[in-house]
Every structure is written in C-alpha cells, then in structure tokens.
C-alpha cells in the first residue's frame, strides 16, 4: 500500500495464537488486505510468543507441556493502512489481546 495516507500501526502479543486471531480480524471483519499484515518476532530470537498457547500447550503423546516451542519473546504484528482505517484497526488488536499497540 503506497500513499500519503498511510501509516503503520503496530502491536506485540504474548502468543502466536493471539496474533493469528488479530490478523483474522484485521482481514475477515474489518477488510484489511492480508497484503497489508505483517507478523514476526519482536527481537531477534526465533519465538512463538512468550508462553504456550494452541498446540505449543500439549505435546503429541498427551503426557504435558511441550518443552520444544520457541517461546523466546513477544511476536509483532504490523499493518499498513489508511488513515480512516486507524481505530477499527487498533480496535481488532486490542480485542486480541495486543500490547503496546502504536502508529508510526
């Protein structure tokens, strides 16, 4: 998305899940294109959040929690949008669970 009208807002999430169902939103209920979205990690590490969540939770033989997930920091989700797109966009994050949700 190339225009004047445009900003970057960004959000952190504690887990993969979280930013999985905040991109949904962002694209299923407020007409974001997924083209716009963007997720990964918030440092440097390989990560799928800060703790287990989906199937980092159990492990395949059902005997605990998984030990083998990267859970290496917070995941970062952007999106490019318009101007008039701003609230409903930071709505849909915070509605996920998004922390330090920020426009740049």
């Not at 930013?19 to 990560?47: C, K, M, P």
Request: aromatic share 2%.
């Amino acid at each position: 998305m190339s225009s004047d009208n445009v900003k970057t807002l960004t959000a952190t999430f504690d887990t993969r899940e979280a930013a999985d169902r905040a991109i949904e939103h962002l694209v299923q209920q407020y007409g974001i294109d997924r083209s716009d979205v963007f997720v990964e990690a918030a440092g440097a590490d390989n990560t799928a959040g800060t703790k287990p969540s989906g199937g980092d939770v159990e492990n395949p033989d059902g005997d605990g929690v998984r030990t083998d997930a990267a859970l290496g920091g917070r995941l970062l989700v952007s999106v490019d949008l318009a101007l008039d797109d701003i609230d409903k966009a930071q709505a849909a994050l915070r509605d996920a669970g998004a922390e330090h949700v920020a426009t740049r």
